[in-house]
């Protein structure tokens, strides 16, 4: 019913900036929160950051200042611009979505395939 797809990752030197877009496809009425979270082999899944309908953003501690997370709401689109990258910030970066088809009363949250961000020292 709903589909996020991920681009924009890649292999970039660590100092390098990348920005990552995510466009939600489908059966869409309305988009809640919309969000950012990464993973790397081995650990959980962890919040990178999230933006809200009304453009509220929230940043987990390492995100602050180097990364910024925007949204076109008329393209049901959203970027996470990341610059000063590290090789801690190496990891799969997934997209996810809280949506509300039509005909339906409830917002249910959707994952996208992963993006791979490498960066080298």
């Known amino acids: 019913q709903v589909q996020l797809v991920e681009s924009g990752g890649g292999l970039v030197q660590a100092g390098g900036s990348l920005r990552l877009s995510c466009a939600a496809s489908g059966s869409i009425a309305s988009i809640n929160v919309m969000g950012w979270y990464r993973q790397c082999p081995g650990k959980q899944r962890e919040l990178v950051a999230t933006i809200t309908l009304g453009n509220s953003t929230n940043y987990a501690d390492s995100a602050k200042g180097r990364f910024t997370i925007s949204r076109d709401n008329a393209k049901n689109t959203v970027f996470l611009q990341m610059n000063s990258l590290k090789p801690e910030d190496t990891a799969v970066y997934y997209c996810?979505?809280?949506?509300?088809?039509?005909?339906?009363?409830?917002?249910?949250?959707?994952w996208g395939q992963g993006t791979q961000v490498t960066v080298s020292s």
């Open positions: 996810n979505a809280n949506c509300r088809t039509h005909g339906s009363t409830w917002y249910l949250w959707y």
